[in-house]
């Protein structure tokens, strides 16, 4: 059974810095393609960034620059390292799964796992 446990949200103040931790269990995690994405209240949930089984990295325009994903295929966990952050990244945040293929496309398995809440605010 595919499961995604995520973790490493909280408050933090405006300009401050998270890591989030997603371990992906029942499958081989080094043949998935992973992804963040995140729900704010009353918005519909977005992908904010995407890392294939090759390590190419993709990012939403709103988290260039601030926000980094990376995989680490020995401990089975995605991250998403977060800067600089915005009382605007205030969300909960869901890593996904999927397979990609050679051109870098992603088909992600709809599956999600409960979630870490990030909250930015002074």
């Known amino acids: 059974q595919v499961q995604l446990v995520e973790s490493g949200g909280g408050l933090v103040q405006p300009g401050g810095s998270l890591r989030l931790s997603c371990v992906l269990s029942?499958?081989?995690?080094?043949?998935?393609?992973m992804g963040w994405y995140r729900q704010a209240p009353g918005k519909e949930r977005e992908l904010v960034a995407s890392?294939?089984?090759?390590?190419?990295?993709a990012y939403a325009d709103s988290v260039k620059g601030r926000f980094t994903i990376s995989r680490d295929n020995a401990k089975d966990t995605a991250y998403l390292q977060m800067n600089s952050l915005k009382p605007e990244d205030t969300a909960v945040y869901y890593c996904?799964?999927?397979?990609?293929?050679?051109?870098?496309?992603?088909?992600?398995?709809?599956?999600w796992g409960q979630g870490t809440q990030v909250t930015v605010s002074s």
């Open positions: 996904q799964s999927g397979l990609d293929n050679p051109a870098g496309a992603i088909s992600w398995r709809d599956l």
């Open positions: 029942g499958t081989i995690f080094s043949i998935q393609a």
């Open positions: 890392i294939t089984t090759g390590r190419a990295t």
